[in-house]
């Protein structure tokens, strides 16, 4: 899976909100995953948000250049989180699908019809806008939801581990108690010997 990570791309059939959503969620799988005692091979936090973010940079599509070359700055930072990446995405990519709805205007022809276009070109224009800003912030949102049920999750993990070593330390100390000569077990109930005289 590591290595699934390292050398991701984003598909044709991919948005690029669709691809960073896929490396997020290989990143906490990953993280997940490591931090789990019986994993045989682990790789650190700082490792995988550095190969996220390389794989964030380098895997988006050729058609997207511009995307990358304004999202550089952001994920040069190793500190950066999933939301502010996917904040700054939704940001870039609505301000330029914004930009791509101006330049397909159609040209004027009367002041009468140039205002009608207009007014209904804004409205188009805000109304695809909303649907697109509220669809990205569900998908945010979504995201954010998923992040804290692994947090938690992994907590839950790491107590019952915590939980059941502290059992077999316990289990082993009193096996080791029994083991020796002559010792006596503090949970063990010792009675006297009987008198065997009354026997006699």
């Known amino acids: 899976m590591f290595q699934e990570l390292m050398w991701a791309r984003q598909s044709d059939q991919e948005s690029p909100q669709q691809f960073i959503y896929r490396m997020i969620g290989l990143k906490q799988t990953l993280l997940f995953q490591s931090r789990q005692a019986s994993t045989d091979i ?6 995988i948000q550095e190969v996220f973010l390389h794989t964030i940079y380098q895997g988006l599509g050729t058609k997207h250049a511009d995307l990358r070359q304004r999202l550089r700055p952001l994920i040069s930072n190793s500190q950066v989180t999933d939301e502010e990446i996917l904040r700054q995405v939704m940001k870039i990519i609505s301000d330029e699908n914004e930009h791509q709805r101006r330049l397909g205007q159609p040209p004027r022809q009367k002041a009468t019809q140039a205002h009608s276009a207009k007014v209904e070109t804004a409205d188009c224009n805000n109304n695809d806008k909303s649907r697109d800003t509220a669809s990205d912030n569900k998908n945010l949102q ?10 938690t999750l992994t907590h839950m993990v790491a107590s019952l581990i915590d939980q059941r070593t502290a059992l077999l330390t316990i289990l082993m100390c009193l096996i080791l108690q029994l083991c020796q000569p002559n010792s006596s077990h503090p949970l063990l109930l010792s009675q006297p010997p009987a008198d065997l005289s009354n026997h006699s």
């Open 42 to 47: 682990s790789y650190d936090h700082k490792t």
């Open 142 to 151: 979504t995201i954010q939801q998923l992040t804290a049920q692994v947090e």
